[in-house]
């Protein structure tokens, strides 16, 4: 453990694209404490940088990894997430689950985007006609977040970003779903340091409070926007993601074991649309399913128990066939905003609900 904390320190400046691959234990084979029973789920996917928030796709039969890169900085952590200073994004790439990682190296810097003043957080990532799009949040030089984009013609990049974010855009988690029809579609946003209920009036409020309202008033959520052709625009206005109670009523705010926070992601299975997010302050992953990528989506239950860690972060995705759950915790650091990245097998009842992952 010594030497690869030491190895994390050393790597954190790095600011030049260098491959490097980095093996760790297969991700099924989780260590054992003394007597014999797991002390984790699944084993960091890297150890030669502090990973979190891990984006998966498949590109090219490869596996494709767009996270978070978590440095140390010492700021004192709030609930605004200064703490959480990242400045610039990884690529990992493995050719299946459990087998070696490589590190690419440096894709994109906040000094490389024009418009950015700090705190790149959480990525995702799109494919189309011969472009990838790596889509991100960063405060912009007001100290509000928007998101932009930025293009590259490999999946592991360079990524050379836009001169402006996208227009509409605001708060964090970016994840692009795109559909068997050919649409795509882009869920984001985060409260708390996310800033999303600074939004409430359609336009960022400076004033408005730190957190989102707590009372029984319906809950805050998710923003949706379909995305344009040439995928760096909106296609009509954002609308809320709508999540619903098994009655068809709007989840409420004092809901926090269900409502949404943060870290949304969309995949499809059997024609059914499965909307999946953080609770935030209660740690868990859960689902709600739809029957349109746009809406509306009842609640289903928990995919992930709470995580090492105050964050929790993932993104889900099928490989030769088996379906995956990436996601972070921090069993390296310790530490809340160092983290690191695993993966481990997401498995379904034969009606299609998602089985609870207790990591």
């Known amino acids: 453990m010594a030497a690869s904390l030491a190895l994390l320190a050393a790597c954190q400046s790095t600011e030049t694209k260098q491959e490097t691959t980095a093996t760790t234990a297969p991700a099924e084979a989780p260590k054992a404490d003394s007597a014999g029973a797991k002390k984790y789920l699944s084993e960091p996917l890297i150890s030669n940088i502090y990973t979190a928030d891990p984006s998966a796709h498949v590109f090219n039969g490869k ?86 984009v930025a293009t590259s013609t490999s999946p592991s990049g360079p990524f050379k970003a836009e001169a402006t974010p996208i227009a509409g855009s605001f708060s964090i988690d970016p994840a692009v779903f795109q559909d068997t029809d050919g649409n795509a579609y882009m869920y984001f946003g985060g409260l708390w340091g996310g800033q999303l209920q600074r939004w409430q009036k359609g336009t960022y409020d400076a004033n408005a409070a730190e957190k989102e309202p707590s009372t029984d008033v319906p809950a805050l959520s998710a923003r949706m926007g379909k995305l344009s052709a040439d995928m760096k625009h909106f296609d009509g206005p954002v609308q809320d993601v709508k999540i619903l109670d098994e009655a068809g009523k709007p989840l ?62 993932h993104s889900i995705i099928e490989v030769k066939g088996k379906w995956y759950i990436f996601y972070h915790d921090t069993q390296l650091s310790g530490k809340t905003w160092l983290r690191n990245i695993k993966v481990t097998e997401l498995k379904r009842k034969a009606d299609g609900s998602i089985e609870t992952i207790v990591p």
């Open 63 to 148: 596996i494709y990894i767009y996270p978070s890169h978590d440095i140390e900085t010492g700021m004192p952590e709030n609930d605004k997430g200064d703490h959480f200073a990242m400045n610039d994004y990884h690529i990992l790439s493995m050719d299946s689950v459990g087998s070696k990682v490589t590190d690419h190296g440096v894709a994109l810097s906040v000094k490389d985007i024009p418009w950015a003043g700090r705190q790149l957080w959480a990525p995702d990532a799109a494919f189309k006609s011969g472009t990838y799009y790596l889509y991100f949040p960063v405060k912009d030089k007001q100290d509000v977040f928007r998101i932009g």
């Open 252 to 313: 409420l705010a004092s809901d926090t074991k269900r409502r949404f926070f943060e870290g949304g992601w969309l995949h499809k299975y059997n024609g059914k649309y499965y909307f999946s997010y953080s609770t935030g302050d209660t740690h868990l992953l859960v689902y709600a399913v739809g029957d349109n990528p746009t809406g509306p989506f009842t609640y289903k239950g928990v995919i992930m128990q709470p995580v090492e860690g105050w964050t929790t972060h």
